[in-house]
């Protein structure tokens, strides 16, 4: 069964930084690219960026703005989201997805989400 | 940005009924390599979202005949047949043919 169990949500002050970890079980992690996801509170789902299975290439949302850096570590099976410079509206439920395996665009699994508020 | 508009925002059923959620792209979802990456999902309450169809019309692995998806272009459709208490959520389009981006939502509910 696929798991995938988030970590390291808090709370942060505006202009800090937090690291987000996902440590993904149940499959072969390094055989797949992974994505980051966000949710803000009483909003839409919003795409961060994702990671290529050795995690040299990473494609972020335009409206990320360098800020935020993804990266994993596949013998820990661990994705991770580094997280800087955060402003209010990135107060969030971050969520690590994997894609399909027919469809690399979709988001097929998800983890619980781990909460992030950024206030002073 | 791919913009992916819902409607309706929100509708209610009875169970046993049909429920049919627009989604609408602002360009055609239509990849360089001739698929289309539209995808739907459902998010019950206090969960993560789960995901239904992918590919316009390929329904994930579980998820019951009862949904079907469908369109090309710029227009997809969900429908949900035969609708049961578990179906209830809010249900989310997403493309991933450009970046990715997600519909606003459609909060489905009992009548």
């Known amino acids: 069964e696929v798991q995938l169990v988030e970590s390291g949500g808090s709370l942060v002050q505006p202009g800090g930084s937090l690291k987000l970890s996902c440590v993904a079980s149940g499959y072969t992690f390094s055989n797949y690219w992974m994505d980051w996801v966000r949710q803000t509170p009483g909003k839409s789902l919003e795409w961060i960026g994702e990671i290529n299975t050795d995690g040299s290439k990473t494609n972020y949302a335009p409206s990320i703005k360098d800020r935020f850096t993804i990266s994993r570590d596949n013998a820990k099976s661990t994705l991770y989201l580094q997280m800087s410079n955060v402003k209010s509206d990135d107060t969030a439920i971050y969520y690590c997805?994997?894609?399909?395996?027919?469809?690399?665009?979709?988001?097929?699994?998800w983890g619980q989400g781990t909460l992030v508020t950024v206030s002073s | 940005d791919v913009v992916m508009t819902q409607t309706p925002v929100s509708m209610s059923v009875s169970l046993g009924g049909q429920v049919s959620i627009s989604c609408r792209s602002s360009?055609?979802?239509?990849?360089?390599?001739?698929?289309?990456?539209l995808s739907w999902y459902i998010q019950k309450p206090s969960q993560s979202p789960q995901l239904l169809i992918y590919k316009v019309s390929n329904r994930f692995s579980g998820i019951s005949d009862r949904f079907s998806g469908s369109g090309s272009g710029t227009d997809f459709t969900l429908k949900i047949s035969r609708v049961e208490p578990d179906d209830l959520g809010v249900y989310y389009c997403?493309?991933?043919?450009?970046?990715?981006?997600f519909g606003g939502g459609t909060k489905l509910e009992l009548k």
């Open positions: 360009q055609s979802l239509v990849h360089n390599n001739g698929n289309t990456y």
């Open positions: 997403g493309q991933g043919t450009q970046y990715r981006t």
């Open positions: 997805t994997r894609p399909h395996y027919y469809d690399g665009y979709s988001f097929a699994y």
